[in-house]
């Protein structure tokens, strides 16, 4: 997960590969890792289109809203819209809650793809996490999935985002279905 992209690669003892994919229209045959991309990060814009929330494909350029050059809704505003909220933004938290859920799902489509799509449960696997928003929404998409385990790569994000994560209480969570 980083500013445009989210990549998706299932590991399950051995890496799976493809002789042939297709991006942007143009197919490439050679052996290789298969990895689904899907346009959905921290830069990607976020709009209306026919009564429907879009994420990306996109782009507002790295770091928007980091660097206050304003422009187009992203995911980057949402999360800050998030973070920042007020009583008097209520109306506004509710659309980035919606923005960000539909973000999150855009994310776990590719997920689905190599597992379930396949016949295997994603509750079985551990979600690793890597790249510039991986900190904002590892444990929504985790949840979504229904894994109850992911680890973050810090050694693997970008410089200025998820490493910020270490400032954190580390927690473990376990997710008891609801029953207390």
């Known amino acids: 997960m980083g500013g445009t992209s989210t990549d998706v690669s299932r590991y399950a003892g051995i890496y799976e590969h493809v002789v042939e994919s297709t991006a942007t229209g143009v197919t490439i045959q050679a052996p290789q890792l298969d990895i689904n991309t899907v346009a ?12 429907l929330i879009i994420v990306g494909p996109e782009s507002a350029h790295p770091g928007p809203a980091c660097y206050r050059k ?22 506004v938290t509710k659309v980035a809650l919606g923005l960000i859920r539909v973000a999150n799902e855009a994310m776990c489509r590719p997920i689905r793809a190599l597992t ?3 016949g295997l449960y994603t509750s079985k696997h551990v979600l690793l996490c890597f790249g510039g928003a991986v900190s904002q929404h590892a444990c929504a998409i985790a949840r979504d999935l229904g894994i109850s385990k992911f680890l973050i790569e810090i050694c693997l994000t970008s410089t200025f985002t998820s490493p910020h994560c270490c400032h954190y209480t580390i927690l473990h969570y376990k997710d008891n279905g609801g029953h207390n």
Not at 70 to 91: D, F, R
């Open 70 to 91: 304003g422009g187009p809704l992203t995911v980057t505003y949402a999360n800050l819209i998030l973070g920042q909220s007020t009583s008097e933004q209520m109306s």
């Open 116 to 118: 379930q799509v396949r």
């Open 40 to 51: 959905a990060g921290g830069d990607s814009r976020l709009f209306f289109r026919s009564g």
